[in-house]
């Protein structure tokens, strides 16, 4: 080694010594959080109170140790607070925990009726604008208090928020996560729409303490503002519109034969087809079905080509009377645009829309509405003909 | 003070730079060449090696009364050879006549190879490779004779390299059984094995092996050039000539490869690298090297292909998992809640809830006692080894969770770190890998992910910036070069092997005939 490569060491010695030395200075760790001092929520609640007071509540986790053991999971308590916003009630609720409140792994908000009426655009701001949020949690509006949903203690999940989120994820009711919410609110041609949710009451068989939560009606908003709820009926006619029913059953009774036959839904698919002609707005509706036989209550033979045909023939009718009514209820009743036609038009007609964009609601209500469904029958399931039935008796 | 160090530093370098040349001097001082007077020569031999109880200096003489001496070192060679070959010859001999060298090893000397030693450096040399040397009274010409034999533990198998199919054989520690073993592999005499003598003390013999037209020209008179620079006083292990000839002193990751096993040298031999042998060692080093032969096993080349491509995909996911796993770990934990999914998340939570440590200090803690543990056990003696792997993988782990001092999620993540290093088949690679583990995991505790990628991209800016004996390092990805991607993405069948590596074989391109392709339809054809 001579001379030179030793100043040359000593000189990255040095170098490094006092880059060493400057990392002292920087501010590391600054958002350094340790799991251990995070307030998990795992659902917000929003409601408002009588004096028009923001009421927030959250359900967060305890993670205790001991309990973790016997139950596999987490506990969850409810913690609530006011203030003039959202974020005033949460400095409020910060003060009555000792852990930082975290947002990050939230999967659902539910708001109350009474907050939904009167606007949720505000308070929705916070959960867009803050970082720590995932805009993927579920979203939903209760008639009840969102704190009597969170105490609600279900069978089978260990808090409210996993069986809703569960229950949004099983496409039992609507599945609207907030980012799909707050596009339809900020859509012209279209409007938005929340499943509801409500604590279903005791009934024979449970344990008292527990109860459970059920999804299947929905609340209606114009703008920013809940209209209407409707019944689960319209709801699941909703989501036939919106292309979000999945594994539905459908049960009807076959005009040659006497009973019922249920069919379960596997794969289906709607779209729209819009058009003008002259001044007349009209829309194709395109529907796609196939479904499996699960049960079979009639006497029809289901080996039989002709049956299946008619069977087809029958579904498509009763999708398409499903439709109609809801059709019924939200475009002419209450002329809500929840099904995106305005989309469809603005992105064919993007002209003529422009000259109705204003005046949209009123022309939704003109809208004709056609249909065209396509059923497909793919499986009778292992026993083709009716069981149970002797083979006289069996329609072919 | 690092002024004093530097002064230091400078002044024992010219110690020994004076030490090693009066060390060169002190032979000079003697007379190099022999003398016709054979008292002579016996007095300077004397001097050379005195207070050395194994020299055996022996006078004797030959039939035709000539006094002569022979000297040798007791346990080098074999002695009943001298009796019967040499010393029986010389002293029963009629017509012996001892004034001619040539004439006595072609006519009386019974043994395979002796060569004529004229200077006193040649002698101690040949001394000390086990060949005894004779001398005459009245003749400047000495004898040395190959009869050196030595005790050697025998051709086995390599422990550090095993493979369930393939040869079993590997280097051992003379350097002459392992240049047998290499000519064993590659018969052709396009083998070349130059040797030379490194260390001032020790002497040791050196070989570089290359196969000519194979291996580049410039690439065999770098790596000699390289060897020639090396001025120490002794080479007890291949690893020492390593760290005197590789071409980023301070990067982390081995530039040479050393192998145990004959077969990986032979084909390293065959892609046009040179092979170095040290003797004394049964480690031989491979040059040029590139990170990707670091992540292969010779097993590779055995089994099928499907099973090699798999298993070297395996390979390279580990790697990232021992390298990421643990830092990863804390970066979600202390800085990116959000980026883990719910569920995990609680149960994270619930587990480290009694935990009084901050993420980082409990990932470095259990990291640290893994090293650890792996350090004590491969020291220890081999009675002892699976003690410390119940005291440290069973009490340590369990106690440490159950008294909550880390998280059972924590004891996990170290696990499959460790068990994936294990992964990597070289041992000497998946070394440097995990103790980058650690600044990553410093990183990931002050910056999150910020700071694992601030690492990551400097761990392969580094990468991509070194090279071996010229060779780019992350060859051939980075400069991309697809062709030779066959042994490295993937392992391709060996009929489609048909070209050497570029960097490394390109004077010699194809290595076998294209169109190998097996087939039924080719089942009878000739």
Known sequence: ????????????????????????????????????????????????????????????????????????????????????????ATSTLQQKLSRQLFWGQMEAIIMSENMAREGVHGSLDFFARQPQTRLRNYIYVTEENPKEVFAATPHLEVSTTKTLAELSEFQAGLNVTTLDFLRALESEGEHGVLPMVETLPQDAGKEEEQTDLMGNRAALFKRDKMIESIDMDITRGVMWLRDEIEGATV??????????????????????????????????????????IFQNASNLDLKEVDNVKMLEGELATQIEDRMRETLEVVQQDLQLDVFGFGETFRRKYPEKWDEV????????????????????????GLSSEPTGLPEGEVEE | MIRRFTQKMKKSNQNFKEETVKALNEKEEQPKELSIDLKQNEEVIHAIYDNSFDIVIRPFSASDGTKGLMIYIDGLCNTEEINENVLTPLMKDAELTTNNIDTIIEQHLTISEATKVHTF???????????????FDGNATGCSLSVEQFEMRSVDEPEAEQVVRGPRDGFIEPLIVNTALLRLRIKSPRLKIKTMKIGIQSRTNVAIAYIEEVADSTLIEEAENRLKRIEVDAVLESGNIEEMIEDHPYSPFPQILNTERTDVASSYLLEGHVVILVDGSPMALVAP?????????????????????????????????ALTLPSLYVAALTYHHEMVPTALMISIATGREQIPFPAMVEAFLMEVIFEVLREAGLRLPKQIGPAVSIVGGLII???????????????????????????????????????????????????GLLGIMVGLIGIIVHLSSIRSFGVPYLAPMAPANFSDMKDVMMRVPKWAQNTRPRLTGESNKNRQSPQQKPSPERGGES
């Not at chain 1, 501010?27 to 799991?35: A, F, P, T």
């Not at chain 1, 967060?60 to 001991?66: F, P």
């Not at chain 1, 949209?360 to 497909?376: C, P």
């Open chain 1, 1 to 88: 080694m001579n001379h030179f490569q030793c100043k040359k060491i000593l000189h990255r010695c040095r170098l490094l010594i006092f880059l060493s030395v400057l990392t002292l200075l920087l501010s590391g760790c600054w958002d350094r959080q340790e799991i251990n001092d995070l307030a998990i929520v795992l659902g917000a609640g929003i409601d408002i109170t009588d004096e028009g007071l923001i009421d927030l509540s959250v359900e967060i986790v305890t993670a205790q140790e001991g309990q973790e053991e016997e139950q596999g999971g987490a506990q969850t308590y409810v913690e609530s607070a006011t203030g003039q916003t959202v974020v005033d």
């Open chain 2, 397 to 447: 782990g369990e106690a440490a969770v159950t008294a909550g001092i880390v998280s059972a999620p924590m004891v996990i993540v170290v696990a499959v770190t460790g068990v994936s290093s294990f992964a990597i088949p070289r041992y000497n690679a998946g070394i440097s890998i995990r103790m980058l583990r650690f600044p990553l995991l410093f990183l990931a505790g002050m910056l």
């Open chain 2, 289 to 321: 090297t590139t990170f990707y032969s670091l992540m292969q096993s010779a097993e590779d080349y055995y089994q099928r292909f499907l099973i090699s491509t798999t298993i070297r995909w395996l390979r390279y996911l580990f790697l990232v998992i």
């Open chain 1, 251 to 292: 049960t009807l009774s076959p005009e040659r034969s006497e009973g019922l036959i249920s069919m379960y839904m596997i794969r289906s698919d709607v779209n729209f087809k819009p058009q003008i002609q002259g001044g007349t707005w009209k829309i194709l509706v395109e529907a796609k079905s196939e479904d499996d």
């Open chain 2, 121 to 135: 450096n040649e002698l101690i040399e040949e001394v000390s490779s086990g060949h005894p040397i004779i001398l």
């Open chain 1, 357 to 380: 964009r204003d005046q949209w609601d009123e022309k939704f209500a003109e809208v004709e509405v056609d249909f065209d469904i396509e059923t497909i029958i793919h499986r009778p």
